[in-house]
């Protein structure tokens, strides 16, 4: 009982918590509908992962999707890229008794200035 609530008295502490943070250079770049990277160049993809469940805490499916959202916008720069498109919804993966995953997959282009 004891290690249960070891687990759980934290996970629930961070449920609430936001996680990942939008660097400096992520704030600039664009999160689109695919209609409007018709003349960008594709420069690939990026699969964001984050913790969705943790010790049976679940924590909300907005704030999910705009970590994942936040994450892909921070890789986008290191590939080059200026703006991203989701290309999947959300799904989730148990890794262990404990823990669950969320990932989403956006298509990452460079469009130059807007």
Do not use: H
Request: aromatic share 6%.
């Amino acid at each position: 009982m004891k290690k249960l609530f070891l687990l759980v008295v934290p996970a629930l502490l961070l449920s609430g918590c936001t996680w990942v943070k939008l660097d400096k250079k992520g704030e600039s770049v664009a999160v689109v509908q695919s209609k409007y990277v018709t003349s960008c160049r594709n420069l690939g993809k990026i699969t964001s992962k984050v913790v969705v469940d943790l010790g049976g805490v679940k924590r909300s499916p907005r704030k999910v999707a705009r970590e994942l959202e936040t994450l892909a916008r921070n890789d986008a720069v290191t590939m080059g890229g200026d703006t991203i498109v989701i290309d999947s919804p959300v799904t989730t993966t148990r890794t262990t008794k404990f823990k669950k995953n969320a990932r989403r997959v956006f298509k990452v282009y460079a469009c130059g200035a807007r």
